[in-house]
Structure formats: structure tokens, C-alpha cells
């Protein structure tokens, strides 16, 4: 079992910038891939960011490329997700994930096994 646990999230102004974090506990952080995704209201859930066990390979959905940047520090058991550049429509639930399997299905949500509760993020105009 992993248990993820997002923060970071909140209220800024379009143009700004916001840094969501997701600690893991319980099993080897480091051998799971990791995912961040997103779900605005009356939306399904979409696909944001993905990075391998080790970091060294990304990806990135084509809404957020070159705006948002994906991390982790395995030490710290954590993955972080850097938004700048935010618009309304970044508006929404971010959720973290847990992947046992590291390819392009990692931008599928039936690739991941564990999830955190989300923590809403909030882009005024």
C-alpha cells in the first residue's frame, strides 16, 4: 500500500504561479512511477503529468507543456508539480498517483494503483 497526500493547492490570480507537493508513504517510493492529473466539475479526469522511478524521463499533457514541471526527490518521498503561467482554465481538483509500470501508458488513469485525495486548485481572472 501507498498513501499519497496532496498540498500546495489554492487561490491565485491568472499569470501566477502555485507548487503542488504529494508525500508518499508506505511502500518504496522510488519504485513507483508518478503521475499528477486533473478534474475541473462536469469534466473528466485528465492527464497532466507523468515521471519515471528515478526522474530521469517525463511526460507532460499538451494543455500544460512548457508551462508546468514535474519533480521528485526520492529521498523525501515526494513529487511536486511547479504551475506557472496559470490560466482559469488550470481551475481544478489535482490528484497524484502511484504507477507500477513506467510507459507511454502513463498518461492513462488505469495505469495507476494508488491516489491521493486532491487538493483544489483555484485561477482567478
Known amino acids: 500500500q501507498v498513501q499519497l497526500v496532496e498540498s500546495g493547492g489554492g487561490l491565485v490570480q491568472a499569470g501566477g504561479s502555485l507548487r503542488l507537493s504529494c508525500a508518499a508513504s508506505g511502500r518504496t517510493f522510488s519504485s513507483y512511477a508518478m503521475g499528477w492529473f486533473r478534474q475541473a466539475p462536469g469534466k473528466e479526469r485528465e492527464f497532466v503529468a507523468a515521471i519515471s522511478w528515478s526522474g530521469g524521463n517525463t511526460y507532460y499533457g499538451d494543455s500544460v507543456k512548457g508551462r508546468f514541471t514535474i519533480s521528485r526527490d526520492n529521498a523525501k518521498n515526494t513529487v511536486y508539480l511547479q504551475m506557472n503561467s496559470l490560466k482559469r482554465e488550470d481551475t481544478a481538483v489535482y490528484y497524484c498517483?502511484?504507477?507500477?509500470?513506467?510507459?507511454?501508458?502513463?498518461?492513462?488513469?488505469?495505469?495507476?494503483?494508488?491516489w491521493g485525495q486532491g487538493t483544489q486548485v483555484t485561477v482567478s481572472s
Open positions: 498517483a502511484a504507477s507500477g509500470i513506467w510507459s507511454w501508458r502513463n498518461t492513462n488513469t488505469a495505469s495507476y494503483d494508488y
